[in-house]
């Protein structure tokens, strides 16, 4: 029989002592009550309230009372009595604009906007990480921080054992029912033990799991690795990472083992690793000691036809040394066909087009097509921004020096010097044309949009000036705008969308294939960037961009409230007759793009801060926020991160760029999602 061996994990490297014990589902789970409430005013100063000391990963909850509605007041933890805020590593406040957030780092933020009253109670659970220094908070049923970053002066501590209230302004903050949840839960291998394996949610796209991982000895050889099922041989595991016999870490490539930290490992110390593994093209990457990143590692030969993954397996082949893994956490994407890492391409940030119901990804230099399964058929030596139209042809967008060549032969900046190239090639990406505009050296260009007739618009802007051009499928000018323009689109049809922003207010306008006004609406604003239109399926016009002050649409007034990080995502329909349908305030900070699928949904992509969040959210026609994706669905452990372009076929699938991150360092992903 096993027997059972507690592991205390301390922060940062962690001792522990391993003796020769065997121990499987190592699990030590205790609550303990802390005593009466305590409270704190503006007269108080700081008040502590002593907790056993705390190491690795647990939780504290408590009832909080705050006496006044708008009051600058907290509760934090500390390692020891806290006299100052930056003793303070974790930490819930009560801001002045009432509303409840926490410190990430070096600044303040939310997950959600959580307001709270004078006199009303309520439950904060906290859930702390000290051997990756995050930490979580829950609001009642509502989360406010998610692996929010201790304090910037906490990012070394080792252990937490003070809980701390103060008051700056307002009335007194109460604190009750407080309770310390200690659990850690970790599985050990002894040498000739054999694999201990771990069932994780399976998936067929992409599997990532996350643990911690303690080697027994120096010198070991200690496999943690992932499979199909349950592995009783080496063979069956698909990818893997060790303590090599040599005192470095490596992972599996293939059929051998290549170094990927550079570092030599520490017996009885706590090592934190990342595996984020494609299904599809049988390779994965390693997040290791000291956020250091090896792409591109080769499935096991013996695996390289696996199509899902859902188990984790570790052993100690050693003489000497047990091997035990804690906080072993992971799963599998919902919702994909696949995810690649972009790597695997070369490419850094992408533009996305579909044509011929194939995805095209542009970089500055080429662009390369996709077959079903996100592998390249064929590229060519062209690339910019890209937008194609319903015929398949395929417009590229770029900056030039001296002289470009597109397909077509060279062109040379424009009289006035303006060097922005538009390059048009048909479905066989067979170049058509090569245009150049612009009258100034400092033109750029934004905001490209086509047409099923091979018209193409975009917006040129030379510093503050700007104006939108539509090319005929030829390539020369049908129509120019003679005022400032700083968004446009194109329907089916030809006809214009066209967004204005300026301080006091957003227009919005459709014209005719030639540029006549059909309708315009303007909406009197205060603090609101225009970032671009867009016409739905449906033939409705909507527009998309930041608010950090009010929008007055049709009978209502719109406010982005008192958000500490700038802005909030503003998207708003009207009508195909110009009619005001709805305005919303999205739950992102930054929207990156916004497209429209075939069945009339918009679909918005882009960022959350504090932390930052990669999403995806979907609307439907009457604003009702039907769908969201993000790193909970696609790839569990990795939410944080940024989002990229995107781009819907015809049948639904959504291919889109994002940028995850896991401690310092950022991954490049590529996905084609299921219809949804």
Not at 308 to 318: K, P, T, V
Request: one cysteine or more; charged letters at 15%.
């Amino acid at each position: 029989m096993s027997r059972h061996r507690w592991v205390v994990l301390l922060g940062g490297l962690h001792a522990v002592g391993c003796g020769g014990e065997t121990a499987q589902s190592l699990e030590n789970v205790r609550q303990t009550a802390l005593g009466a409430c305590v409270s704190a005013d503006e007269s108080t100063g700081f008040v502590n309230q002593e907790l056993a000391r705390q190491g690795g990963v647990f939780s504290l909850s408590f009832d909080v009372t705050p006496t006044a509605a708008a009051s600058d007041a907290l509760v934090g933890v500390a390692l020891g009595p806290a006299d100052a805020y930056a003793d303070l590593a974790a930490i819930v406040r009560f801001n002045p604009a009432g509303f409840i957030d926490a410190r990430s780092g070096s600044s303040y933020g939310a997950v959600n906007a959580i307001p709270y009253s004078a006199g009303v109670t309520r439950h904060v659970y906290l859930s702390i990480d000290l051997i990756r220094r995050v930490y979580s908070a829950r609001i009642d049923d509502q989360d406010l921080a998610r692996d929010f970053a201790f304090r910037s002066e906490q990012l070394s501590t080792v252990a937490l054992d003070s809980l701390a209230l103060k008051v700056d302004e307002g009335g007194a903050l109460s604190v009750c029912n407080v309770n310390l949840h200690t659990s850690q839960a970790c599985n050990s291998a002894t040498p000739g033990q054999g694999f201990v394996n771990t069932s994780l949610p399976p998936a067929s796209p992409a599997f990532t799991v996350g643990f911690t991982a303690i080697p027994g000895a120096q010198n070991m050889d200690g496999v943690m690795g992932f499979s199909a099922g349950e592995v009783s041989s080496f063979s069956a595991l698909a990818g893997a990472v060790r303590f090599s016999p040599s005192g470095v870490i490596d992972a599996l490539d293939g059929s051998s083992y290549t170094p990927i930290s550079g570092a030599e490992y520490i017996a009885n110390a706590a090592h934190r690793f990342l595996i984020v593994a494609d299904a599809v093209d049988h390779t994965y990457s390693v997040i290791g000691v000291d956020d250091v990143i090896t792409n591109g590692l080769s499935f096991r030969p013996q695996q390289a036809s696996v199509t899902s993954l859902g188990n984790f397996a570790q052993i100690s082949d050693s003489a000497a040394g047990p091997l035990t893994v804690c906080e072993l956490h992971g799963g599998g994407a919902q919702g994909a066909v696949w995810i690649h890492e972009s790597h695997r391409y070369d490419y850094g940030r992408l533009s996305l087009a579909i044509s011929e119901g194939r995805a095209l990804m542009s970089d500055a230099t080429r662009t390369r097509v996709l077959d079903s399964l996100g592998h390249v058929t064929r590229e060519i030596p062209y690339g910019g921004s890209s937008v194609a139209d319903a015929q398949g042809n395929l417009y590229l967008f770029g900056k030039f020096e001296a002289s470009y060549d597109g397909g077509t032969g060279p062109v040379y900046p424009t009289a006035g010097g303006g060097s922005v190239y538009v390059s048009k090639y048909d479905a066989e990406l067979r170049p058509i044309y090569t245009r150049v505009t612009g009258t100034t050296p400092e033109v750029a260009f934004k905001s490209a949009s086509a047409d099923a007739q091979g018209n193409v618009a975009f917006v040129l802007e030379s510093g503050v000036t700007s104006s939108a051009v539509k090319l005929d499928p030829s390539g020369e000018t049908r129509w120019s705008s003679d005022y400032p323009v700083d968004a446009i689109a194109l329907n089916g049809s030809g006809e214009i969308l066209v967004g204005v922003s300026q301080a006091d207010s957003l227009t919005v306008s459709k014209l005719d294939p030639f540029g006549r006004q059909l309708w315009t609406q303007t909406f009197p604003t205060q603090g609101v960037d225009l970032g671009g239109v867009v016409f739905s399926s449906l033939g409705d016009a909507a527009f998309w961009g930041d608010i950090y002050g009010q929008i007055e649409f049709g009978d209502d007034t719109f406010r982005a409230g008192s958000s500490e990080n700038g802005s909030l995502g503003l998207l708003g329909l009207l009508g195909a007759d110009g009619t005001p349908r709805f305005v919303r305030l999205t739950t992102m900070q930054s929207i990156r793009r916004t497209i429209s699928d075939h069945s009339g949904h918009l679909l918005v992509v882009g960022t959350s801060v504090n932390p930052d969040q990669w999403r995806l959210d979907r609307y439907d026609s009457s604003g009702t926020l039907t769908a969201t994706r993000g790193g909970d669905e696609l790839l569990p452990g990795l939410f944080l991160g940024s989002s990229g372009d995107v781009a819907v076929d015809a049948a639904g699938h959504v291919y889109w760029q994002f940028f995850p991150r896991s401690g310092g360092v950022s991954l490049n992903m590529l996905a084609k999602l299921e219809p949804f």
